[in-house]
């Protein structure tokens, strides 16, 4: 369920669009302690072209099948989360990649005191690099190959006055291409782990302001050389209306990679504009930073530009769109360029809460050193849903 943006409360970090940032915690419940269950069951149908993003791939289609089961706990001081889903996807065309595939999370939030926040998250999957959400919020596009991750994040909270806080973070994150036999000629599919280190300090200025401070370490492995990111960056960010606000971030970071005896420092940047007209939510962003490219086996300086766009037409019938636009170029290699677009449209007819039928499209182009491959795709997905308590 997509959550109507707050724009009087905005994440005081300074570094969250440059480096994904951490997941802010939830709100705790002010009531009694509750618990409660959530069973469902879903069923999917794609059609896919050139979803090998190569320059002769066959039209296929997939079918898959299965459920999924959640645990929500909510006190005044904490409140925890598991879920657990599996789906088995038929390979219509090539049965040689059926096979059951999972998510699964945990989330954990923890008052420590009046003005002090802990929160723990966890995460793993196995999926298809076109649904990866690590790979999806960088701009990085594959073939349709099986990818398996592990996302991990603790960070600390603690409101030092009314209109001071600092936040302390970490995130581990790991990625692996168990079936780069399959993959195009084009991709290495290499498997990569980073971990980052935050430590963020905001300012309330004023009733409408708020200024922020951030440095951030970052340690990368491409099952090669590894390479180091120190970043430091300042953060303003504006409350422009009762629905709507907007940041900007600017700073520097210094990236090296020791075995290779390169380094060297980059203008890194970041801003947003989130708000609401009536039914429809947006969301406007763009990013330059240096990141890891998950499969490539390498670092880049990636300029990230995307718009995330959510309206209720009804009260059963609501429409999503999101397009993503990347400029991509490699820090050890500098001819090496891989550049893509990405867009994505759905529609969600809800009959009855514990009923959703959904329709997608979505197209993506990639552009490899000059050769460009693009690919198309089209779901009906049908879910049933309920609640004990």
Not at 241 to 265: C, E, F, H, M, R
Request: charged share 15%.
């Amino acid at each position: 369920m997509r959550r109507a943006p707050n724009a009087a409360r905005v994440p005081p970090r300074a570094l969250q669009h440059c480096l994904g940032g951490l997941p802010a915690a939830p709100a705790l419940a002010q009531g009694p302690p509750t618990a409660f269950w959530d069973f469902s069951l879903h069923v999917a149908e794609s059609w896919y072209s050139n979803r090998d993003l190569t320059t002769a791939s066959p039209s296929v289609s997939n079918t898959r099948a299965g459920g999924g089961i959640a645990y929500t706990r909510n006190s005044p001081l904490s409140q925890f989360s598991l879920s657990a889903d599996a789906a088995y996807s038929f390979d219509n065309q090539q049965q040689g990649r059926n096979r059951v595939n999972y998510s699964g999370g945990l989330s954990w939030s923890k008052r420590l005191g009046p003005r002090t926040s802990l929160q723990f998250r966890e995460a793993v999957s196995q999926s298809y690099s076109q649904t990866a959400p690590i790979l999806a919020e960088v701009g990085l596009v594959y073939p349709y190959t099986l990818i398996r991750t592990n996302s991990t994040s603790l960070s600390l909270s603690q409101q030092l006055s009314t209109r001071t806080s600092i936040s302390l973070g970490g995130r581990y994150d790991w990625v692996d291409f168990p079936d780069a036999a399959l993959s195009s000629a084009y991709f290495g599919q290499i498997s990569g782990q980073q971990a980052t280190g935050t430590v963020d300090l905001a300012q309330v200025v004023s009733e409408f302001d708020q200024l922020g401070l951030g440095y951030a370490y970052r340690w990368s492995d491409t099952r090669g050389p590894v390479f180091h990111n120190n970043n430091l960056s300042a953060s303003w960010t504006r409350r422009l209306g009762k629905t709507t606000s907007a940041s900007v971030s600017l700073g520097a970071s210094y990236w090296t990679a020791p075995a290779l005896g390169v380094s060297q420092y980059i203008l890194i940047a970041s801003s947003s504009l989130r708000g609401q007209l009536g039914r429809t939510t947006y969301t406007a962003s763009y990013s330059r930073a240096p990141q890891q490219a998950f499969g490539i086996g390498s670092e880049r300086i990636a300029d990230v530009l995307s718009l995330t766009l959510s309206r209720t037409l009804t009260r059963s019938l609501s429409f999503s769109g999101r397009g993503v636009r990347t400029w991509g170029r490699d820090l050890v290699d500098p001819s090496f360029k891989f550049d893509t677009q990405a867009l994505s449209l759905a529609l969600q007819y809800r009959p009855w809460p514990q009923l959703s039928f959904g329709g997608g499209y979505a197209w993506t182009r990639v552009a490899l050193n000059g050769v460009v491959l693009d690919s198309h795709s089209l779901d009906l997905t049908a879910s049933y849903g309920w609640r004990w308590q």
